[in-house]
Nanobody, 112 residues
Framework: QVQLVESGGGLVQAGGSLRLSCAASGNLFSISAMGWYRQAPGKQRELVARITSSGSTNYADSVKGRFTISRDNAKKTVYLQMNSLKHEDTAVYYC??????WGQGTQVTVSS
């Protein structure tokens, strides 16, 4: 059974930083790609960043150079470091394991 629990969201001013965490249970974490997605009101869910089991990463163009995804297999946790936040980064952020399992989401609100 896989469960994903996100944390670290909140309210931050534009230009600020947040670090999201997603803790996984079960035995699939270390062999699975992990992703961070976000969904803003009235918009479709979109991929923000993804990291493979071997550590290769890719990012949405809108966050390149500002966000960094990383993972700690010993802690079964994936992180999203978000710097230089913009108002348009406001969304509910979800983590995903293999695009099969999803967390409940954490709200990120960036005030302009």
């Amino acid at each position: 059974q896989v469960q994903l629990v996100e944390s670290g969201g909140g309210l931050v001013q534009a230009g600020g930083s947040l670090r999201l965490s997603c803790a996984a249970s079960g035995n699939l974490f270390s062999i699975s790609a992990m992703g961070w997605y976000r969904q803003a009101p009235g918009k479709q869910r979109e991929l923000v960043a993804r990291i493979t089991s071997s550590g290769s990463t890719n990012y949405a163009d809108s966050v390149k150079g500002r966000f960094t995804i990383s993972r700690d297999n010993a802690k079964k946790t994936v992180y999203l470091q978000m710097n230089s936040l913009k108002h348009e980064d406001t969304a509910v952020y979800y983590c995903s394991l293999r695009n099969m399992y999803w967390g409940q989401g954490t709200q990120v609100t960036v005030s302009s």
